[in-house]
């Protein structure tokens, strides 16, 4: 199973609200990734997880949170977001992160903030 | 610091023809290289990897890739495109010790004529 899934696949959230994206593989990958990716551009990397820690932090605001609940699962939780934080939001999986093997994306979630 | 420049923003093809997009990347030491596809609205599915050994490399849907040490890239090649190649595609490079960050190309948008 080479699949990443991510839930849900749109999302439409005020400035005001909490709301959390989901990710999961079953693919016994040690790393895994979140990008934000605006329209024509490339994704941009948030945060990475090594073996359920957070190893890298791109200078994200706080309002994004990242959560590793175990080595299948990836969650981000969103408070207080902007509209310039719509986007669509990828999560990725890879074998490990001590260096840069090739990733596994999820369809990503479309995220909408009025 | 690494970095990949896709210098064709956008590529038009007639179904049937040939297909090249360049990529040439900057990195001191030997890069590991990606080809990424993405369909409108879609997560990106890996195309083929560069991490050493033969500088030719297949990938699935019938693209092949050629590591040139000596110019710097690794352009994606097709024989015959087929209208279902229509997507953005992304080179991206990385590295043995890189703590399993990527970085991207802008994305070469490819279009299909009939």
């Given amino acids: ?114 | 610091a690494q970095s990949v420049t896709q210098p064709d923003i956008h590529i038009t093809v007639s179904e049937g023809a040939s297909l090249e997009l360049r990529c040439n990347y900057s990195y001191g030491a030997t890069p590991y290289l990606f080809w990424y596809v993405q369909s409108p609205g879609q997560g990106l599915q890996l195309l083929l990897k560069y991490f050493s050994g033969d500088t030719l490399v297949q990938g699935i849907k019938g693209f092949e890739a050629e590591f040139k040490r000596s110019q710097s890239s690794f352009n994606l090649r097709k024989p015959s495109v087929h209208w279902s190649d229509a997507a953005e595609y992304f080179c991206a490079v990385g590295a043995k010790s890189n703590a399993g960050k990527s970085t991207f190309g802008d994305g070469t948008t490819l279009t299909v004529k009939p």
């Fill in chain 1, 1 to 114: 199973d080479t699949e990443v899934t991510q839930t849900p696949k749109h999302l439409v959230m005020g400035m005001t609200n909490k709301k959390s994206l989901k990710c999961e593989q079953h693919m016994g990958h040690r790393a895994m990734y979140w990008y934000k990716q605006k329209a024509k551009k490339p994704p941009e990397l948030m945060f990475v997880y090594s073996y359920e820690k957070l190893s890298i932090n791109e200078s994200v605001p706080s309002r994004f949170s990242p959560e590793c609940p175990n080595s299948s699962l990836l969650n981000l939780h969103l408070h207080a977001l902007q509209p310039e934080d719509s986007a669509l939001y990828l999560c990725a999986s890879s074998q490990a992160a001590q260096t840069t093997y090739e990733q596994y994306f999820g369809p990503g979630t479309r995220l909408t903030v009025t």
